[in-house]
Nanobody, 126 residues
């Protein structure tokens, strides 16, 4: 059974940092890419970053480029999203999702992701 479980969300102040984790199981790690999405109240879900676990390619949305860093731990089957210089507009539920590595060039398209986690809340106060 494929499972993606996010953790690490919380409440923090503007300018703070947080690291989210996505624990993956039930599929061959190197065959997939893991994307991070977020959904703020009243807004559509936004693709913010992706790591291709096959070739290591990294992708970022402009809204988080330079502040967020995606990485992976192959041995522990974890994908991280390090978030720095957080702003109130980063407040959202953050999700990780898995797509086939061969599709990772289309990483912002959420319809291509096969598996999703349950989400973790990040709240940034001003």
């Amino acid at each position: 059974e494929v499972q993606l479980v996010e953790s690490g969300g919380g409440l923090l102040q503007t300018g703070g940092s947080l690291r989210l984790s996505c624990a993956a199981s039930g599929f061959r790690f190197g065959d997939y890419a893991i994307g991070w999405f977020r959904q703020a109240p009243g807004k559509e879900r936004e693709a913010i970053s992706c790591i291709d676990l096959g070739d290591g390619a990294l992708h970022y949305a402009d809204s988080v480029k330079g502040r967020f860093t995606i990485s992976s731990d192959r041995f522990r089957k974890l994908v991280y999203l390090e978030m720095n210089s957080l702003k109130p507009e980063d407040t959202a539920v953050y999700y990780c999702a898995a797509m086939r590595s061969s599709d990772s060039g289309l990483w912002p398209y959420e319809s291509l992701y096969e598996f999703w986690g349950q989400g973790t809340q990040v709240t940034v106060s001003s």
